[in-house]
């Protein structure tokens, strides 16, 4: 056994079991009612690893069932996770009432706009691979990050130009998610232009970028919430005359 | 292969983009420590004066076409000033006023959660503010009237006293406003 393999192992295997903790952290904190898509998410995810982790040791080993499920996987998991984006932008959103009409057109004009984007990006550069089910995988995947990278993106912009301030848990997913979407942005690029499945590079840094957003998730999941803004330190001492000059200013209006 | 390189490129760039955004996320410790310190005074009459359709007809009907033109910019540059400025103690204000929503007197909790929802308005009005600004520092014969940024600040003025009323002994913003 090389430490490659070893390494590629544990990259499969501990990002779920800490994906486990996470699950039982969001039950015994009663998180799950606030973001129940991520709640699934993970939860699909440790079914996924657990499926295909027997798969790879049973006879068929990784041939073309694995591939087969790990796609439907794969597709399931990204439909999930557009529900956790969907999730994140309502969650956000519901916290600044002035915000909820302009955050629901932002999140609907994005979509379309990244999905022409993406669409463009798949029919200017189908994939190189002689099978049809790993180009149409790969094809989609290369999709759905553009839209996720970009809508994750998006909504980072929008929180900072207007100053607002996130739950911590909610940055820790919007965070973790992002970079994930990135760096699959890329890797899928990268595997549709090899047209191979299973590239050993391209897997290793997949999952190591995986086994961090999930620390992300845990870091921010389990750590108690944080006040999201800082209150004044100090106990009120009212000085009467500037209130009064304040309110002698407004009477003359 | 181009394409590849190219996506290649673009998922870099917004995973750095992604690790700024968050890395900023809030404003600095040392503005939310000491906001007076951040918050610029801003004269709203001026701000009025310069966006004020009756004066831009005045410049327009007293000055040969080209010196207005040269003299609306300078005018639209000034009001740029304004409408950032604005935005950037609405921003401040926004923040601080954010744990007043959270607190157990209803009073207090109302006043900012109204102050919230204004400093974000105003937040959206600087944003349209600034984009019909700048089309009129390019067009300079066009009409451009952000005048509810102005509104939106005074009215934004008043629920900072009443918020610091109830709440904030912070002497300077009162002050500055």
Redesign the interface.
């Given at each position: 056994m090389t430490v490659s393999y070893l390494l590629g192992y544990y990259l499969w295997v501990g990002p779920h079991v800490l994906l486990g903790a996470i699950l039982f952290a969001m039950i015994r904190r009663k998180v799950y009612p606030q973001f129940p898509m991520f709640f699934l998410y993970t939860a699909f995810e440790i079914l996924q690893f657990a499926v295909l982790f027997t798969i790879s040791r049973s006879h068929v080993h990784f041939g073309e069932s694995y591939v087969r499920v790990y796609s439907v996987g794969l597709a399931v998991s990204t439909a999930i996770r557009f529900a956790v984006i969907h999730e994140l932008f309502r969650h956000f959103f519901r916290s600044?009432?002035?915000?909820d009409l302009?955050g629901r057109y932002l999140f609907r004009g994005l979509t379309v706009v990244l999905l022409l984007v993406a669409t463009g990006?798949a029919v200017?550069?189908p994939g190189n691979s002689a099978s049809f089910l790993l180009n149409i995988t790969y094809a989609l995947d290369?999709t759905a990050?553009v839209m996720q990278?970009g809508l994750?993106?998006s909504l980072?912009?929008f929180?900072?130009?207007?100053?607002?301030?996130?739950r911590s848990n909610a940055?820790g997913i919007a965070?973790g998610l992002?970079?994930f979407a990135?760096?699959e942005?890329?890797t899928s690029?990268?595997w549709?232009?090899l047209g191979a499945f299973g590239n050993r590079a391209v897997n290793l840094l997949t999952m190591a970028t995986y086994h961090c957003c999930v620390l992300i998730w845990m870091f921010y999941l389990m750590r108690p919430e944080r006040?999201?803004?800082?209150?004044?330190k100090?106990?009120?001492?009212?000085?009467l005359d500037?209130?009064n000059?304040?309110?002698q200013r407004?009477l003359q209006r | 292969m181009t394409t590849t390189i190219i996506i290649v490129v673009i998922a870099s760039l917004a995973l750095l983009c992604l690790l700024w955004l968050a890395k900023g996320r809030t404003l600095s410790a040392s503005v939310l420590d000491n906001p007076t310190a951040h918050i610029r005074a801003l004269d709203v009459e001026a701000f009025r004066n310069l966006v004020d359709p009756d004066e831009e007809e005045f410049l327009r009907s007293q000055l040969p076409p080209a010196a207005f033109r040269r003299i609306q910019r300078e005018r639209l540059r000034a009001a740029v000033e304004y409408v950032s400025c604005a935005a950037q103690n609405a921003a401040i204000l926004l923040r601080l006023a954010d744990a007043g929503r959270r607190s157990t007197d209803p009073a207090t909790a109302e006043a900012a959660e109204k102050l919230v929802d204004n400093a974000i308005r105003l937040r959206l009005y600087a944003f349209h503010a600034m984009a019909r600004l700048y089309l009129g520092m390019i067009l300079p014969g066009a009409r451009i009237y952000p005048v509810r940024v102005a509104e939106s600040y005074e009215q934004m003025t008043r629920q900072v006293v009443l918020l610091g009323c109830l709440q904030y002994p912070t002497r300077g913003i009162a002050a500055a406003l």
């Open positions: 600044y009432p002035a915000l302009p990006v200017s550069a290369r990050s990278c994750l993106i980072f912009i929180s900072r130009y207007f100053a607002l301030s996130w940055f965070l992002g970079i990135s760096v942005l890329a690029a990268i549709l232009h006040e999201a803004q800082q209150a004044p100090t106990l009120p001492k009212y000085d500037i209130w000059q304040e309110l407004l | -």
